[in-house]
């Protein structure tokens, strides 16, 4: 059948459009229209840097082609048009790997759905880039402590439907049970792009794919996807 | 341990010829953190005035960095009051000549 309110096609037994958001079901909001989540933070988080990135590897490696290609669309569109693509296209590449662990066929698509999700994705990557260049500024090691903080803001925005100071306000709320843990989980994806970079340039392409799919698999952990974003993709 | 050992064996230089902070190298003077990694070589010789010469804040700072690893309402207060010290130390270092700060 095709969409209502977009016209793509969609699967007969579909209950939300995986292009626009809209609900087939009568009564029911649809993704884009749907009400934040409520969310409280766990109050005890073990930060397993290792075993993430090792997991984001493993579902890289298992579909390197796409992740590959993914990788080079999202380099050539961020350079292209900068700031403005970056947040709803790592939205996009959480999108994929979200639907990879949910054993759900993904598919270079995937990228752009993130587009549904263009206002707070948008502001989010302005502000966060705004207080990690502020951080930055005064001698480094506060610009990655900002960083670790938010890295889980986008994967808020898509999941519980947050605006984007709700979503960065639960990514800190989860950074703080251990600030140097999540630190440390940063300079590890840090040192998996340099590794990338040292491999020809062009590991690049590897290690981007691999940090993404990590911080998806330790947002699944720590937090776990919403029932109806998994039934939505 | 391992860090403690490394901290106390090596040494950076006193007045290092490149340095990583941005906002020095943009206004010519220190931020509110600057000083704190010889601080921190300093600290584990046990060279107390030293560390506060490279940084004076920066006894409190590690202790804001060690109350990372407990929970707790101290940590709180202590992180609260130490970002405000920090900001008021980082407003007097821009404004007092450089012998003072």
């Not at chain 1, 796409?66 to 900068?82: D, E, G, I």
């Not at chain 1, 590897?206 to 947002?219: L, Q």
């Not at chain 2, 070589?41 to 060690?66: D, E, I, R, T, Y």
């Amino acid at each position: 059948m095709f969409c209502h309110q977009c016209g793509t096609q969609v699967s007969a037994d579909a209950q939300f459009c995986t292009t626009c958001g809209a609900s087939f079901v009568p009564g029911t909001p649809g993704l884009l229209g749907a009400p934040e989540t409520p969310w409280t933070p766990p109050a005890v988080i073990q930060v397993q840097a290792g075993r993430w990135i090792g997991e984001g590897w493993a579902l890289v490696t298992a579909d390197l082609g796409t992740y590959v290609l993914l990788a080079l669309v999202f380099c050539v569109l961020s350079a292209a048009v900068p700031v403005i693509l970056q947040g709803p296209l790592i939205a996009g590449f959480h999108i994929f790997t979200m639907k990879k662990l949910m054993g759900r066929r993904a598919e270079l698509a995937d990228l752009f759905v993130g587009f549904n999700y263009f206002v707070p994705t948008l502001v989010a990557s302005i502000v966060i880039g705004l207080f990690v260049f502020c951080g930055t500024l005064l001698c480094v090691i506060p610009g990655l402590v900002v960083a670790a903080m938010y890295k889980f803001t986008y994967l808020f925005i898509v999941d519980k439907r947050m605006d984007f100071w709700p979503a960065m306000q639960a990514s800190h709320a989860v950074a703080k049970r251990d600030y140097v843990g999540f630190t440390l989980f940063l300079l590890l994806m840090v040192l998996v792009d340099l590794l990338g970079v040292l491999c020809c340039f062009v590991g690049i392409f590897v290690a981007i794919p691999v940090t993404f799919a990590a911080i998806t698999v330790a947002y699944k952990e720590i937090v776990g996807f919403e029932q109806r974003t998994v039934d939505a993709l | 341990m391992a860090l403690f050992t490394a901290l106390w064996y090596f040494s950076v230089p006193a007045d290092p010829a490149v340095r990583l902070c941005a906002f020095h190298w943009l206004t010519g003077r220190p931020c509110p953190l600057c000083g704190l990694t010889r601080a921190l070589f300093a600290l584990a010789k046990g060279h107390w005035a030293a560390a506060v010469h490279f940084n004076a804040l920066s006894p409190l700072g590690f202790a804001m960095l060690f109350a990372l690893f407990w929970e707790g309402r101290m940590r709180a207060w202590l992180w609260k009051g130490g970002v405000g010290a920090f900001a008021v130390y980082g407003v007097l270092r821009i404004c007092l000549p450089a012998y003072l700060t």
